[in-house]
């Protein structure tokens, strides 16, 4: 993967975004590795989503998520499995209810030990994040979608079916217009594709673009992406258009019997022009080859 050494993966409670009422983004600021994690209040009770990488970003969410709740009762979600969004969960245990779908419930089972291996090998500081991380259960496990009354707000969590990973989750709050889609939408990067043939294939490019025509369907007001800006609809209809200029551009070139290096080369090059601003370039690669065996002539 990455080359470089990544920064360190430290949320910080910093530059906290009221984005509609009694509802609150911990922003990433842009850093890599660190989601934007949201805090929403009802009348008595608050919901966490995600934790930040490893139980030193989590202790430092679950303390400013309680001070927010003053008192309401706390909840925790995570939009997928990955260690960044789910690897600090253990922290709200006896704190928190732990609420996720039964896909990524899966995920984080059968992956989150390979997962935690992986990530340990991105350099040092990703690996002291890491450090004491156990793999929580969640307390309660629901299998497409859940309906959370926080009091006089009812929020909502579904399960999208496999695109990004195979647990993926979006939660909205539909009397304010806000969507946290976690890692199905990435604003001013390029998708996220965690494609790593043989022992990750489950990120689907196909199924992601029919994901993205739904959420777009919703028209919601405003979008909270897994990383970047907070924004509003725009968000969901750039990455549906990457995603789709992505297989065609892929296939086009599939179609023509070109090896998959050159199909890597003239794709990336072309996505790069159109998106001179974007970062995280690496995964135009994986992208290109998890399309290229989703191709059908
Ligand atoms: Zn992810």
Same mark, same amino acid.
């Given at each position: 993967?990455?080359?470089?050494?990544?920064?360190?993966?430290?949320?910080?409670? @910093?530059? %906290?975004?009221?984005?509609?009422?009694?509802?609150?983004?911990?922003?990433? +600021?842009? #850093? =890599? *590795?660190?989601?934007?994690?949201?805090?929403?209040?009802?009348?008595?009770?608050?919901?966490?989503?995600?934790?930040?990488?490893?139980?030193?970003?989590?202790?430092?969410?679950?303390?400013?998520?309680?001070?927010?709740?003053?008192?309401?009762?706390?909840?925790?979600?995570?939009?997928?499995?990955?260690?960044?969004?789910?690897?600090?969960?253990?922290?709200?245990?006896?704190?928190?209810?732990?609420?996720?779908?039964?896909?990524?419930?899966e995920d984080l089972a059968m992956k989150g030990?390979?997962?935690?291996?992986?990530?340990?090998?991105?350099?040092?500081?990703?690996?002291?994040?890491?450090?004491?991380?156990?793999?929580?259960? @969640?307390? %309660?496990?629901?299998?497409?979608?859940?309906?959370?009354?926080?009091?006089? +707000?009812? #929020? =909502? *969590?579904?399960?999208?079916?496999?695109?990004?990973?195979?647990?993926?989750?979006?939660?909205?709050?539909?009397?304010?217009?806000?969507?946290?889609?976690?890692?199905?939408?990435?604003?001013?990067?390029?998708?996220?594709?965690?494609?790593?043939?043989?022992?990750?294939?489950?990120?689907?490019?196909?199924?992601?673009?029919?994901?993205?025509?739904?959420?777009?369907?919703?028209?919601?007001?405003?979008?909270?992406?897994?990383?970047?800006?907070?924004?509003?609809?725009?968000?969901?209809?750039?990455?549906?258009?990457?995603?789709?200029?992505?297989?065609?551009?892929?296939?086009?070139?599939?179609?023509?019997?070109?090896?998959?290096e050159t199909i890597v080369d003239e794709v990336?090059?072309?996505?790069?022009?159109?998106?001179?601003?974007?970062?995280?370039?690496?995964?135009?690669?994986?992208?290109?080859?998890?399309?290229?065996?989703?191709?059908?002539?």
């Amino acid at each position: 993967m990455a080359e470089y050494v990544l920064p360190d993966p430290v949320v910080q409670i @910093a530059g %906290v975004q009221e984005v509609a009422r009694d509802l609150v983004v911990i922003p990433n +600021r842009r #850093v =890599q *590795l660190v989601p934007n994690i949201g805090v929403i209040g009802g009348a008595h009770s608050v919901l966490v989503i995600d934790t930040g990488m490893g139980p030193r970003n989590a202790e430092k969410v679950l303390e400013f998520a309680a001070d927010y709740a003053g008192g309401r009762e706390l909840y925790l979600t995570t939009t997928h499995f990955h260690p960044e969004h789910a690897f600090g969960a253990q922290v709200f245990a006896g704190e928190a209810t732990f609420l996720i779908n039964r896909a990524q419930a899966e995920d984080l089972a059968m992956k989150g030990a390979g997962y935690l291996k992986m990530f340990a090998g991105l350099g040092e500081p990703v690996a002291r994040q890491l450090q004491g991380v156990e793999l929580a259960t @969640a307390d %309660v496990v629901y299998d497409h979608s859940y309906d959370l009354d926080l009091g006089g +707000r009812v #929020v =909502q *969590l579904r399960a999208t079916g496999r695109a990004h990973s195979k647990g993926d989750q979006v939660v909205t709050v539909p009397d304010a217009g806000v969507m946290f889609t976690g890692d199905l939408v990435e604003a001013g990067q390029f998708a996220i594709f965690p494609w790593f043939p043989p022992h990750d294939t489950d990120v689907s490019g196909m199924r992601w673009i029919a994901v993205m025509q739904r959420l777009i369907a919703e028209r919601p007001q405003v979008v909270v992406p897994g990383h970047g800006d907070v924004g509003g609809p725009r968000l969901l209809a750039d990455v549906g258009d990457y995603l789709e200029l992505l297989r065609d551009e892929t296939w086009v070139r599939r179609d023509s019997s070109m090896s998959e290096e050159t199909i890597v080369d003239e794709v990336r090059a072309l996505m790069i022009e159109r998106h001179p601003d974007w970062s995280g370039q690496e995964w135009i690669e994986q992208g290109v080859g998890c399309l290229c065996a989703e191709h059908v002539a």
